[in-house]
């Protein structure tokens, strides 16, 4: 027999599947969002959620305004931090 199986390594390049010689098939590795990114992006949701909780008991539960003000001037930090971030991407 001489036939080839399809997935034969010494394939010439007229032979090979389309997908895999053109460059617009997926995107950049460096264009794709990963799980790490996933991960500091709910990190920060995160931390702004919990300062903003902070913020809100430090005011109600013992009456320091000082305090709230200083967690939710953390709080808003860190979400212009995030806009400036996702901008500069």
């Known amino acids: 027999m001489d036939s080839k ?9 007229a032979e090979a599947p389309k997908h895999v010689l053109s460059a617009a098939a997926r995107p950049h590795r460096g264009d794709t969002i990963g799980a790490a990114d996933v991960g500091d992006v709910l990190l920060k949701f ?10 809100v008991l430090w005011e109600v539960y013992t009456e320091a305004p000082f305090m709230a003000a200083l967690w939710a001037v953390i709080a808003v930090w860190f979400l212009i931090w995030m806009i400036r971030e996702v901008r500069n991407r």
């Not at 199986?5 to 390049?13: C, E, I, V």
């Open 46 to 55: 995160a931390v702004v959620l919990l300062c903003s909780i902070n913020a």
């Open 5 to 13: 199986p399809p997935d034969s390594p010494d394939r010439t390049a």
